[in-house]
């Protein structure tokens, strides 16, 4: 059985920065395909970021040059470290990860407010 869970989100001015995790339980998490997506009030949730076994990653391009994706697998451990926040990145931030030969699997999601 496969759980996500979300930590690090919070409010925080525009400019700061904020780090999200996400936990895993689960076997072969190396193998796993991360992904961060955000919703933000009264849109749709969309893709922010990947990360593959190999450490490979991709971003949105709004995001670029802003936020890093991460994984520790010895910890099982996702990472979003988010820098030079805007008001427009305030979002419910969740995890997914995609595993091979099984379902996708969905974190409950963590809010991240940034103020102007």
């Known amino acids: 059985q496969v759980q996500l869970v979300e930590s690090g989100g919070g409010v925080v001015q525009a400019g700061g920065s904020l780090r999200l995790s996400c936990a895993a339980s689960g076997r072969a998490f190396s193998t796993w395909t991360m992904r961060w997506y955000r919703q933000p009030p009264g849109k749709e949730r969309a893709f922010v970021a990947a990360i593959v076994w190999n450490g490979g990653t991709s971003y949105v391009e709004s995001v670029k040059g802003r936020f890093t994706i991460s994984r520790d697998n010895a910890k099982n451990t996702m990472y979003l470290q988010m820098n030079s926040l805007k008001p427009e990145d305030t979002a419910v931030y969740s995890c997914?990860?995609?595993?091979?030969?099984?379902?996708?699997?969905w974190g409950q999601g963590t809010q991240v407010t940034v103020s102007p």
């Open positions: 997914n990860a995609a595993v091979p030969g099984d379902k996708d699997y």
